[in-house]
C-alpha cells in the first residue's frame, strides 16, 4: 500500500475528504482501496471542510487533503469549522512549489502565502519535507492526536 | 403559470413548509440555516434540531452530507437559494455519496436576512433541472401547501439523497436570525441524542 495513506489509517483517521493536487494524486489508489478510510470527493475545498465539520460533528475523525490553493479558496469555510464550531479540523495540505521556491528556483507564489494564511486563520501547523516517511509518519501521528485544529504541511 | 419556472406564484410560506416538516421529520436530524434559523425552533427545538449559525454560508448541504455520513441518521438540511448558490458543486458530491441526505431548497428568489435583494437569476433558475443534472435521482418540486403535504411522505420514503425545490414567498423586513443556544451547547446536546439509542 502507498506509505502516506498507511500512515493516515494507522493515525485513526476514518474519512480522506479529498481534492487532489499533482503530488497528492497518486494517493488515489490507495484511498480508494483502504478498507479503513472512506474517500469522499467533493468539488471545492470550502466544500470539504464543510462535509469534515458534518463528519465530526457524527463523531468521525476526518482529514481533509487539499493543495494550499484550495486552503486559500476555503477560508470562510475554515473560519466558522474551527473557530465559530470549534471543532478539531485536521488539514494535509500540500504546498505546491515549495522546494524549489527555497531553492529560489521558482516564481510560484503559493509557498510565500500558505504560512501567513494559517497563520492568520490561527491554525497552528508542522511542516513535512518530502519524501522523508519517518517525519511524515510523526507528524500524522501527532495531527490525529491533536486536541484542537491543526494543519499539516506537506512540502512540495 | 411562470413558463420559465415551470411554477405559479407561489402560494405558500416558508413556514408552511416547515409547519409540514415538523410534523413529518420523525427522528431525522433538521440543520436549519439562515432564514429558516428565524422560524424552525419555534416548531421544533429537539437536540436533533442543529441551527447552523453562525454559519458559513452555502456550507450547510456538506455539513449535513458529512453528518448523514459518519451516523447513518436521516439528516434534512434546510437550505435558501442564495446559500446553495453559492455552492452548487455541493450537489455533484450529495449524487455520488449514498447519504440518507434531504435538501429542502427554499425558493424565495432572494437574500432574504439582508433585507431582500434579488438572489443571481432569480425567477430563471431551474434548482430542480440542477439537482437532476448534477446526478441526484429523487428529485422533487412543489410550489403549493396541498402538494407538499400530500409529496411529504414519498420525500422520505426513498433511499438515498433527495433534493426539494420549494417556491415559497419572500417575505421583507424580518429580523436577522438567532441560534437559540450557543453552540457549543447546540453540538453538545446533538451529540447527546446520536449516541442515544431510544427512540
Not at chain 1, 464550531?85 to 510560484?108: M, T
Request: with cysteine; aromatic share 6%.
Amino acid at each position: 500500500m502507498n506509505t502516506p495513506v498507511r500512515h493516515i489509517e494507522a493515525a485513526g483517521f476514518t474519512h480522506v475528504v479529498w481534492i487532489p493536487d499533482s503530488t497528492l494524486g497518486p494517493w488515489e489508489a490507495a484511498l480508494s482501496a483502504s478498507p479503513n478510510l472512506q474517500l469522499i470527493r467533493p468539488c471545492r475545498e470550502g466544500e470539504a471542510l464543510g462535509v469534515a465539520a458534518g463528519l465530526m460533528l457524527g463523531g468521525a475523525r476526518p482529514l481533509a487533503v487539499l493543495q494550499c490553493t484550495g486552503l486559500f479558496e476555503a477560508g470562510d469555510a475554515l473560519r466558522n469549522v474551527v473557530h465559530d464550531l470549534h471543532l478539531p479540523l485536521k488539514l494535509l495540505v500540500g504546498v505546491r512549489g515549495y522546494v524549489a521556491h527555497r531553492k529560489g528556483q521558482s516564481n510560484d507564489n503559493c509557498p510565500a502565502f500558505t504560512e501567513p494564511v494559517l497563520d492568520a486563520w490561527r491554525v497552528p501547523y508542522t511542516l513535512v519535507p518530502p519524501d522523508d516517511d519517518g517525519a511524515f509518519a510523526a507528524a500524522v501521528r501527532d495531527l490525529a492526536a491533536a486536541p484542537d485544529a491543526r494543519a499539516l504541511l506537506l512540502a512540495e | 403559470m411562470n413558463a420559465a419556472r415551470g411554477f405559479a406564484r407561489p402560494a405558500m410560506t416558508h413556514r408552511d413548509v416547515l409547519t409540514v416538516l415538523a410534523a413529518r421529520r420523525a427522528d431525522r436530524v433538521v440543520v436549519s440555516t439562515m432564514g429558516s434559523v428565524g422560524l424552525w425552533p419555534a416548531l421544533s427545538d429537539t437536540p436533533l434540531d442543529f441551527a447552523y449559525l453562525p454559519s458559513s454560508m452555502g456550507q450547510g448541504v456538506p455539513l449535513g452530507l458529512g453528518l448523514a455520513l459518519a451516523t447513518g441518521r436521516g439528516v434534512v438540511v434546510l437550505s435558501g437559494d442564495g446559500s446553495l448558490l453559492m455552492n452548487l458543486g455541493c450537489l455533484v458530491t450529495v449524487a455520488n455519496h449514498p447519504a440518507p441526505l434531504t435538501v429542502l431548497l427554499f425558493d424565495n428568489g432572494l437574500y432574504e436576512v439582508t433585507g431582500g435583494q434579488a438572489v443571481a437569476g432569480a425567477g430563471r433558475t431551474d434548482f430542480a433541472g440542477l439537482a437532476r443534472a448534477a446526478g441526484i435521482a429523487r428529485v422533487y418540486a412543489f410550489a403549493d401547501l396541498p402538494t407538499w403535504t400530500a409529496g411529504v411522505d414519498e420525500v422520505f420514503a426513498g433511499a438515498g439523497p433527495a433534493f426539494v425545490w420549494l417556491k415559497v414567498e419572500g417575505e421583507y423586513g424580518k429580523k436577522t436570525p438567532t441560534a437559540p443556544r450557543p453552540m457549543a451547547e447546540q453540538i453538545t446536546r446533538l451529540r447527546g441524542a446520536l449516541l442515544d439509542p431510544s427512540p
